[in-house]
């Protein structure tokens, strides 16, 4: 089967059903779709695995949910997309079946972009598009939009770390770093301030504890638990004011 390259002209001898075809006149990626062939292009990282928990670290302290513990090991895929540029700034349309709206979202990044290649992936995983141009570009554009979009493939890391003592799943984009979270599984601030509350309270009552068996004279050591005491109030005034209660 040979299908004309969108990009030259060129006719490109397609020899599987499945898969993404280049044209070898101008090298361009291709992808076969139901509505014809598009131009298929694959974003490169621009963050490094090890500057992923630094970024998280940043994005939950503006979220005020606490310091997230992890991630190790996140992993990267690239995910397919509808790109459209018509009327206004470009935009992303999930080219996979997908509910979550934080895709909604994203828009394209600033960054090198080459035909796509899988060998160029890096290791990364590569979900295949299985949403039609033509559905993405009536969602995108409206029903009379003719204008069609091309394909690309954006690197994403996948992570999972604990924010208040509760795993939440994470995504960051690997070229802008934009961290993508669920709204729905992420703790709120009063939940991050009774978790500082709890520790609070366990290391006061411990410290007490410890003061009133190791310091022999009574007067003292009664001294030194109400000191603590107040120790222990002021920090649980200092994590309720952080959490905004």
């Not at 990009?7 to 291709?30: H, K, T, Y």
């Not at 961290?179 to 601030?189: C, G, R, S, W």
């Amino acid at each position: 089967m040979k299908i004309p390259c969108p990009q030259c002209g060129g006719e490109v001898l397609l020899r599987e059903a499945g898969g993404f075809p280049a044209c070898p006149f101008c090298g361009a990626g291709l992808v076969l779709d139901l509505a014809g062939v598009r131009t298929h292009f694959l974003y490169r990282p621009r963050i490094a695995p090890d500057q992923i928990l630094p970024l998280l670290r940043r994005w939950a302290d503006r979220q005020r949910v606490g310091a997230p513990a992890g991630p190790a090991n996140p992993r990267l895929v690239y995910y397919p997309f509808w790109r459209y540029a018509k009327d206004g700034p470009r935009r992303f349309v999930p080219a996979w079946s997908t509910p979550d709206p934080v895709w909604d979202r994203l828009r394209p990044p600033d960054a090198e972009q080459i035909f796509f290649d899988a060998a160029q992936a890096e290791g990364g995983a590569v979900i295949d598009p299985t949403v039609p141009e033509a559905a993405a570009r009536a969602r995108a554009l409206g029903e009379g939009a003719t204008e069609p979009g091309d394909l690309v493939h954006l690197p994403v890391y996948e992570a999972t770390v604990r924010l208040a003592g509760t795993p939440v799943s994470l995504r960051v984009e690997a070229c802008s770093g934009s961290v993508l979270a669920p709204e729905d599984a992420l703790p709120t601030p009063a939940d991050a301030a009774a978790g500082g509350s709890t520790a609070w309270i366990i290391g006061g009552g411990s410290a007490m504890l410890v003061a009133a068996v190791a310091i022999a004279p009574l007067g003292i050591a009664l001294v030194a638990v109400a000191m603590l005491s107040v120790m222990v109030y002021l920090g649980l005034r200092g994590a309720g004011r952080s959490g905004g209660v």
